[in-house]
């Protein structure tokens, strides 16, 4: 039994080598269409726009903020190359949005960061 679940284990590719950080997208999706989609999700958990420093960080938003990331991950490098910027920026602020061990000082600070961005995204792809 142990060889049989090595050998699987083996098979299976991590996200990072294929590309795909989210399931139940189609490669031909639209790349706005699958980012933006992302933000207005966890955008459902976020606290409106100046409130940041009252953000209840819970496991809901940071799973909604993991998931953000994954999409943009994954279709991020098809957007406009103008969102380059931006694209890269939410990527940087969901890595640490996405995870409980970080301080909530950086938390907010990071929150800000991917909200500017985000409009950004939403913008170009508008």
Known sequence: MAILLSLLAGCQQSPARTGQYSTGGDPADDPCARVVSAIGYADLLLRPRGEEDDQNFENAVLGRL?????????????????????????????????????????????????????????????
């Open 66 to 126: 993991a998931e953000a990331r994954g999409i943009t991950l994954q279709y991020g490098p098809a957007l406009p190359d103008a969102l380059g910027t931006a694209v890269q920026t939410v990527q940087e602020a969901t890595a640490g949005l996405a995870r409980a061990d970080v301080p909530r000082a950086r938390q907010v600070a990071l929150l800000k960061d991917y909200r500017a961005a985000a409009d950004q995204i939403k913008a170009g792809c508008a």
